[in-house]
């Protein structure tokens, strides 16, 4: 059986068997419509009437008969509106609320403003359709373009996108930009080995058809191997790296910047955490061509990490090999300052086979919580959710080191880092679970030879209680 | 400019709300939009732990605003948007129906929208039994046995599909079979589907839609060869028909060893009616945020499963939600996988309201009937009375029996020099979102509508009343057809203009 299985159990059980034993394929026998069908049998009537119909089969006349489905679908019971409300409230108990998690490695659990939802959740936002018709859709361009220029601040680039997927696909679609910028070329595309596993997956599957021209870049402890780049750079076209890595650790863009410059390479980069760019420099300011980010940490709740939206911002010489959809300013027939989605003849509805990506719908809720968020921090909030996050993770780094035998990375981070045991890390999270709360991310659990290695978070959320007893919990490692 | 006319024009409000400044503008030195705990550990000083040269202050460009001015801010431009909330959305291929509120609600139940997906796996299992659950569902009404939830919208779903067709290939031909190079593609198709192809590697053949609609059987098996690896086809495809040869069609494909991947953008006329496995169907994608009530947000988040034939289950992308005993779990061990497609396990936030919906339309207490086929058939006849009562006044572009939408052509109104888009603008003045405009491409100046069941018959024929207006406007005044829209937001947008002198983000020159 292939059906649902209501997980409470409570509302799963089958139809009782038809009055008069009607079945699927006959007319339908209902009487009732329901809320959100407002057609009822004397609605279905009228307009069978006025169409000139007899029933609502003859609609289907032309799906041969043979394909229809003549038996009752197995399918459970509707659910009423409480009903419903009951099932998920007893599916959220499936599992136990952790009293706190130190997980991040590219989700990050930050406080979201009460006027993110109110204003997120609005029906004028979310029940909108794309803005194709500029005239009765100024809100909506207006919060992207202002998302737009958002983003270019942050990432200190002349462009971006009103967003694509996530951070993973929009480190893919980087690539594959990159790579059509250097058509005809066959260079390497150099990825560093201290990206997101996930990442480097979804870079993968976006770029099969390249598939012989990855070489993976080797790690110098925790990050990217500059003599590695170095050496291989001569043959690349395109450089991929991240920063802060899947480690936490800041690389150091200086120097690759340096290593770019002086060659033909495009340079891709992602970021996992764009609150780092409240103490760090945007790529764009190392002469990264393309930059990507994961935008959930804007105004986004984890939901096991999506929905949230892929930060996507380059130079404006490339403007017309952008993926996904642009918002520009313009101006009416009054001479109104308006907005519009311009240069629409990159994209799939336009250019079909020839298009810069085949993304359609992307992230626009998610995208304009991130807004929302970011413009309540402003200046001052943004620095100071980053200085916090640096504060605190600095804090519990340094009194790991202090308090117990676990080994600390020296690196650069912002705000989560790795710590080493001699047992698998995947212990510790399990000890921690038992006392109800998750001291972060077995990194053995995204690549295996990574199974010594914790990571862990801390963020404005995270007291100093907390903190402390994940030290003492700590403790009892080596 | 007088004090009296830049207070007009500046005028703000509920009622004649007309210019909002940007974000930027409203700026101002010292005002904060936010509160944070004071900081209970030393404040680190970046330089100190950071090398010099990666760091930065202050990002002077970012707004200071307070947070009532910001609240005004977004309310106001939510008022400059239509949406579904507040009006009737004949969109055609996008089914904009009624986005219930109770889904809002549950999706935001804290222990499902806080779960983080690199917990272990007992932290996971509300999440996972609502995607397992969510797949179940996909399958009853699909017949196909495996779903992935992981694309994070149609066209990433597509994406996925068409990567499994060529996984399925691959794996022939390495083990000696022939190359296959190309995808079979009606011209009626969304842009998504030639551009999913290029992107997976594949060449198109495009097919054309026959006289009546439709993609005739004699124009496949003309194009067909060992070279085509499957065909993409929507059903009901973008005239808003079904295609009444899919099944004798899928036989040709599959006589050739190729796949049929079914675009289900339009699925929302035949749930219930018809399974796409029984039409022959190896692979497809839904629109969660189409057939399934997630709603729109401007442009996503949108949500495309994909649902396989079992034995292209070992191609899904990693990893998979399974069950074992009571247990929820994701299974990574696919050696065969097409891999991972997005970071984590797609757009589960829109997965949990898509259940919602799914779930209150289930089976009709004590009847066989769902309520899923009463949406569909509902759909079906709201579409078929617009294309009834619009067929004395506009050229329908195939006049049988649609499925979900009706396609009109501007031929009769081209006449008096109105066009699609004139006409389309002009729905504005009268309240309405218009409908989709020149698609499908093969229909001279297409106007696609789609009603949805969401619908009162009221609605569809005060919609009508308008567009036989229109229509007759079109005869008696064409100038304020052309001239429209005049009653709302915004006049005709200069969009030469934004590609000209592009302005992509906001700089403190004005334009």
Redesign the interface.
């Known amino acids: 059986m292939i059906a649902t299985e209501a997980a409470t159990g409570t509302f799963r059980e089958r139809p009782v068997s038809p009055k008069g034993g009607s079945t699927a394929s006959s007319e339908s026998s209902v009487e009732a419509s329901m809320k959100y069908i407002p057609q009822g049998k004397d609605d279905e009537k009228e307009l069978l009437k006025a169409i000139g119909l007899k029933s609502t089969e003859e609609l289907f006349s032309n799906i041969p008969s043979q394909l229809r489905i003549k038996k009752p679908l197995d399918y459970p019971r509707a659910q009423s509106e409480i009903e419903i409300r009951q099932t998920f409230e007893n599916l959220s108990k499936l599992s136990p609320v952790p009293s706190v998690s130190f997980a991040g490695c590219g989700v990050y659990s930050h406080y979201i403003p009460s006027i993110v939802p109110q204003i997120q959740g609005r029906s004028e936002f979310a029940t909108a359709y794309t803005p194709y018709q500029p005239e009765i859709s100024q809100g909506l361009l207006q919060a992207i373009f202002e998302y737009q220029t958002l983003a270019c601040q942050l990432t200190e680039c002349e462009l971006s996108n009103a967003s694509v997927y996530d951070g993973a696909t929009a480190l893919a679609e980087g690539v594959l930009m990159a790579l059509r910028l250097k058509k005809k070329s066959e260079g390497k595309i150099l990825v560093s080995q201290s990206i997101h596993p996930f990442y480097q997956e979804v870079l993968r599957s976006y770029c099969t058809v390249f598939e012989d021209r990855i070489q993976m870049l080797p790690l110098e402890g925790d990050v990217l191997s500059l003599k590695a780049l170095e050496q291989n750079i001569e043959s690349a076209d395109v450089v991929v790296t991240q920063s802060p890595n899947i480690f936490g650790v800041i690389e150091n863009y200086s120097a690759v910047s340096k290593l770019v410059k002086n060659s033909k390479a495009f340079w891709v980069t992602s970021t996992m955490e764009p609150f780092a760019w409240g103490v760090l420099r945007g790529p764009g300011a190392f002469g990264a061509h393309i930059v990507t980010g994961e935008g959930q940490s804007f105004g986004n709740a984890a939901y096991l990490g999506g929905s949230s939206f892929g930060i996507f911002a380059t130079r404006n010489e490339y403007l017309r090999n952008l993926p996904g959809r642009l918002v520009g300013e313009t101006v009416d027939q009054k001479n109104r300052r308006s907005y519009v989605l311009t240069f629409a003849t990159r994209e799939q509805f336009i250019r079909r086979d020839k298009a810069t990506s085949n993304i359609c719908t992307n992230q626009n809720l998610n995208m304009l919580a991130g807004l929302i968020h970011l413009a309540t921090l402003g200046k001052k909030g943004f620095r100071e959710v980053a200085v916090q996050n640096l504060s605190r993770s600095e804090y519990l780094k340094n009194k790991i080191r202090s308090e117990t035998k676990l080994k600390v990375s020296s690196a650069a981070t912002f705000n989560e880092f790795t710590i080493e045991s001699r047992e698998d890390a995947s212990r510790i999270v399990e000890a921690g679970t038992q006392q109800g709360f998750i001291p972060g991310v077995a990194l053995g659990s995204l690549r295996s030879e990574w199974s010594k290695k914790l990571s862990i978070h801390a963020n404005e959320l995270h007291d100093l209680e907390q903190m402390n007893s994940l030290v003492r919990f700590l403790k009892s490692y080596e | 400019m007088s004090e009296h006319k830049r207070l007009l024009d500046t005028a703000t409000g509920p009622l004649i709300s007309?210019?909002?400044p940007?974000?930027?503008e409203k700026?101002h030195p010292g005002?904060?939009?936010?509160s944070?705990?004071t900081?209970?550990?030393?404040?680190?000083n970046?330089t100190s732990?950071?090398?010099g040269?990666?760091?930065?202050?202050?990002?002077?460009?970012?707004?200071?605003?307070s947070?009532n001015e910001?609240?005004r801010?977004?309310?106001?431009?939510?008022?400059?948007?239509?949406?579904?909330?507040?009006g009737f959305?004949p969109?055609g291929s996008?089914t904009?129906?009624?986005?219930?509120k109770?889904n809002?609600?549950?999706a935001?139940?804290?222990?499902?929208?806080?779960?983080?997906?690199?917990?272990?796996e007992?932290?996971?299992?509300?999440?996972l039994?609502?995607q397992y659950?969510?797949q179940?569902?996909l399958?009853?009404?699909t017949g196909l046995?495996n779903f992935t939830l992981q694309p994070?919208?149609?066209?990433?779903g597509?994406?996925v599909g068409i990567?499994i067709m060529?996984a399925y290939h691959d794996e022939k031909e390495k083990k000696g079979g022939p190359k296959k190079t190309k995808v079979i593609v009606p011209d009626s198709a969304?842009?998504?589907n030639?551009?999913?192809?290029?992107?997976?590697?594949y060449e198109?053949v495009s097919v054309p839609t026959g006289p009546n609609g439709i993609v005739e059987v004699a124009d496949i098996e003309k194009i067909l060869s060992p070279e085509i690896a499957g065909i993409m086809m929507t059903n009901p495809n973008t005239c808003g028909?079904?295609e009444?040869h899919?099944?004798e069609i899928a036989k040709l494909i599959h006589s050739v060893d190729g796949l049929f991947y079914m675009d289900g953008a339009n699925f929302n006329a035949?749930v219930?009616?018809?399974?796409p496995a029984?039409?022959g169907v190896d692979i497809m994608h839904i629109n969660l945020?189409k057939t399934f009530?997630t709603?729109?947000?401007?442009?996503?988040?949108?949500?495309g499963p994909v649902g396989v034939r079992s034995h292209l289950k070992k191609f899904l992308?990693?990893p998979l939600v399974i069950k074992e005993g009571s247990q929820y779990k994701l299974q990574k061990d696919l050696p065969e996988s097409?891999?991972?497609?997005?970071?984590?396990?797609?757009?589960?936030?829109?997965h949990?309201r898509a259940l919602?919906y799914m779930?209150?339309?289930?089976?009709?207490?004590?009847?066989?009937?769902?309520?899923?086929?009463?949406?569909s058939?509902?759909a079906?006849?709201?579409a078929?009375?617009i294309?009834?009562?619009l067929r004395p006044y506009f050229k329908i572009a195939f006049d049988?029996?649609c499925m979900h939408e009706v396609i009109l052509s501007d031929e009769i109104q081209e006449k008096f020099g109105i066009k699609t888009l004139n006409i389309?603008?002009r729905l504005?003045d009268y309240g309405y979102?218009?409908m989709t405009v020149y698609?499908p491409l093969i229909v001279h100046g297409a106007m696609m509508i789609e009603p949805t069941?969401?619908?009162?018959?009221e609605t569809l024929d005060q919609f009508c009343d308008v567009m036989i207006e229109i229509a007759k406007e079109c005869e008696t005044n064409p100038k304020v057809v052309l001239e429209a829209?005049t009653r709302?937001?915004?006049?005709?947008?200069?969009?030469l203009?934004?590609?000209k002198?592009?302005?992509?983000?906001?700089l403190p020159t004005s334009?």
């Not at chain 2, 994070?152 to 990433?156: M, T």
């Open positions: 007309q210019e909002e940007t974000l930027f700026s005002r904060i939009g936010f944070l705990p900081c209970p550990v030393p404040e680190i970046p732990v950071i090398a040269d990666l760091c930065r202050g202050e990002i002077s460009e970012l707004p200071e605003i947070e910001i609240v801010h977004f309310v106001r431009l939510s008022q400059k948007n239509y949406c579904i909330d507040t959305y969109l996008c904009m129906k009624y986005n219930p109770i809002e609600e549950v935001k139940i804290s222990a499902l929208a806080t779960v983080h997906p690199l917990w272990p007992k932290y996971l299992q509300p999440a039994a609502i659950q969510l179940g569902l399958s009853s009404l046995e994070n919208a149609g066209a990433h597509e994406f990567k060529k969304h842009g998504t030639p551009a999913t192809c290029t992107m997976v590697g198109i028909l079904f009444t899919i099944h035949i219930g009616i018809t399974k029984d039409l945020h009530s709603p729109h947000g401007g442009g996503g988040p949108g949500s992308p990693t097409i891999g991972r497609v997005s970071g984590y396990y797609g757009n589960y936030s829109i949990i919602a779930l209150s339309l289930g089976t009709i207490p004590n009847t066989e009937e769902t309520y899923v086929k009463k949406m058939t509902a079906v006849l709201n078929n009375y294309r009834h009562r049988s029996i389309a603008k504005m979102h218009p698609f069941e969401s619908e009162t018959k829209p709302v937001n915004r006049e005709k947008i200069d969009e203009r934004a590609q002198q592009p302005r992509l983000r906001w334009i």
